[in-house]
């Protein structure tokens, strides 16, 4: 009975240990994300894509009736009830203003006219918004706020956000002044001054998602950014114990054959 409680201990724990590494090793790579760009990186694997759902951000229909799908793998066009693919890297929001469309990518604003062809006229960052006011458009990006006339080759920079980016989520415009809805809060930027921006104070609520608290303690975030450093030694210490473990059972196993086939 020992024996065999030894053996399923044995098998059981060889296991779970290739599930401890792979969540060790995730788990750091997902602490570090955004300094590392993960979002950026592309892996080829249609086994696995094919099987995810479209996860459709947005729609848009065409002057001529055409049905566009902003989408994580791309920009897809509708025509006869098929779709192809005209923008091939994540897109999460389209626009239509003065007869062009306009679509926020992974890697800045694509421009087109008919939704078949389409031209990328701001490119380098993450493209989070486009606001129309008057005659102009302006493009929230990760790093800053661009704006320029529909039909216009190239962006004019209005506001340029500080080192560490605004995880910008929409932008509202006055004459003067453009507000900014982030992550981090909300900030108001004067475009004739150029201030650098200014939070706005939000009155906070005591609750929060039980999701939320879960993951913020999952990744160390709760505790704060300081607390990164412990959960990488933590995650690096699972990962040494398991391959330590498994060498440790392999050993003497290995030098118990090798014996028995010396004598």
Known sequence: MILKMRKIHKYVGLGTSIIIIIVS???ILLIHKKALGLNKILVNM?????SQPPDVFDLLLTDDGKLIAATRSGVLLEENREWKLVISEQTKKLFKVGGYIYACSKSGIYESMNGRNWQK???GLEARNIVFNGNEIYAVL???VYKKKPGD????IVIKFPKNSLDVRDIAITKDEIFIAAREGVFIFNVEKGLSGEKIQIKRTSR?????LITDLHTGEFFGSFFYILMDISALGLIALTITGIYIWYLPKKMKKKIIKNV
């Not at 249609?46 to 094919?50: A, D, R, V």
């Not at 080759?153 to 004019?156: G, K, L, N, R, T």
């Not at 929060?208 to 939320?212: A, G, N, T, V």
């Open 46 to 50: 249609p086994w696995y894509s094919n």
């Open 25 to 27: 090793l995730t788990g």
């Open 208 to 212: 929060i998602e039980l999701q939320k």
């Open 153 to 156: 080759a190239s962006w004019e």
């Open 121 to 123: 006229n701001l490119s």
């Open 142 to 144: 990760t790093n800053g």
